[in-house]
């Protein structure tokens, strides 16, 4: 197998971290795409990501496949230990309730901020719309706010252990970083979540 990784982007760190969680990291071979230099974009990559997307995991049979939770769910088939998906229907939705809020109400709209505001995104975001940008901004930090609550009251954030949920929401906390942001600083539960789940990670 073959993975293709961009380090310090939060998809491709998930997938890492995944890995790194169940002590897999070594299983797979890792080849690094720089996404700021438009890497994924050239011919040659889009022969194993045609949506030049990064991470991408090349099966030994030439299975291709694209899409961080999709990649994890394949980690989780055949690395079962730890599992970090769920055990049974019960803990797979809540694992699951919480990553996509994570992913969804959080990340996206984080990178809508980012992709929108830094300078450095301008040749990839064109135009780049900054009413879009501060609209996003101000409902991450809503959602943030949101995830520091649900803390207060619980170790991690998903069946009362730690799973992807966790994972991907300390790649979020990671990432932040580029626009100035810690949330992990700024709300008090958040902090405390996340030395224990870098302790889990590894």
């Not at 720089?34 to 299975?63: C, N, W």
């Not at 291709?64 to 994890?72: F, G, K, V």
């Not at 797979?92 to 990340?107: G, H, Q």
């Not at 990839?124 to 719309?129: D, R």
Request: a neutral charge; aromatic letters at 10%; charged letters at 30%.
């Amino acid at each position: 197998m073959k993975l293709y990784h961009s380090p310090k982007a939060p998809n491709p760190e998930r997938v890492t971290q995944f890995l790194k969680a169940k002590g897999k990291l070594d299983a797979v071979e890792i080849e690094e795409v720089s996404i700021m230099k438009q890497e994924h974009k050239t011919k040659e990559y889009r022969k194993v990501s045609p949506f030049a997307q990064v991470p991408a995991l090349i099966l030994d049979d030439g299975t291709q496949l694209t899409e961080s939770r999709a990649i994890c769910t394949y980690f989780e088939g055949i690395f079962p230990e730890r599992n970090l998906m769920g055990e049974d229907p019960k803990e797979k939705a809540l694992i699951e309730m919480w990553d996509r809020r994570v992913e969804l109400m959080l990340f996206i709209q984080f990178a809508t901020w980012f992709r929108n505001a830094h300078p450095a995104m301008a040749p990839l975001e064109v135009p780049q719309l900054p009413e879009v940008g501060a609209k996003a901004e101000k409902n991450a930090r809503a959602m943030a706010k949101r995830i520091d609550a649900h803390l207060a009251d619980n170790d991690f954030l998903a069946a009362g252990r730690f799973s992807i949920a966790d994972i991907t929401l300390n790649c979020f906390c990671g990432f932040a970083g580029v626009m100035q942001w810690k949330p992990h600083e700024e709300f008090a539960n958040i902090g405390k979540w996340r030395a224990r789940a870098k302790d889990k990670i590894g």
